[in-house]
Nanobody
Framework: QVQLVESGGGSVQSGGSLRLSCTISGVTVNSDCMGWFRQAPGKEREGIAGIDSDGSTSYIESVKGRFTISTDNAKATLYLQMNSLKSEDTARYHC??????????????????????????WGQGTQVTVSS
């Protein structure tokens, strides 16, 4: 059974940084398409970044250049480094495993991943609040 547990959220001021971590069990970190999605109050879930088994990454436009997704297979952990945070980044952030076609499809697939049946497993999330 795949289990994902997020940590690292918190409250920061606009322009600040946070690094989210996702410890994963039940699947080898580099063997699957994985990513992060977020959900703000009153809004739909939005996929923001994905990383494929070959290390290739995809980002939606609104986070490109500010967020970096990475993995550490030895630690069975997925990361999301978030820099230059904005108030519109305020949301609950979740890590997830997705069908391989999500990562291969790039950002246009990643953004919709949490709204489709291609999401296999996800964690409870960690809250990120950015104040202006």
């Amino acid at each position: 059974q795949v289990q994902l547990v997020e940590s690292g959220g918190g409250s920061v001021q606009s322009g600040g940084s946070l690094r989210l971590s996702c410890t994963i069990s039940g699947v080898t970190v580099n063997s699957d398409c994985m990513g992060w999605f977020r959900q703000a109050p009153g809004k739909e879930r939005e996929g923001i970044a994905g990383i494929d088994s070959d290390g290739s990454t995809s980002y939606i436009e609104s986070v490109k250049g500010r967020f970096t997704i990475s993995t550490d297979n030895a630690k069975a952990t997925l990361y999301l480094q978030m820099n230059s945070l904005k108030s519109e980044d305020t949301a609950r952030y979740h890590c997830a495993t997705w069908d391989a076609l999500i990562c291969r499809g790039g950002a246009r697939y990643v953004v919709h991943a949490p709204l489709t049946g291609a999401m296999h497993a996800w964690g409870q999330g960690t809250q990120v609040t950015v104040s202006s």
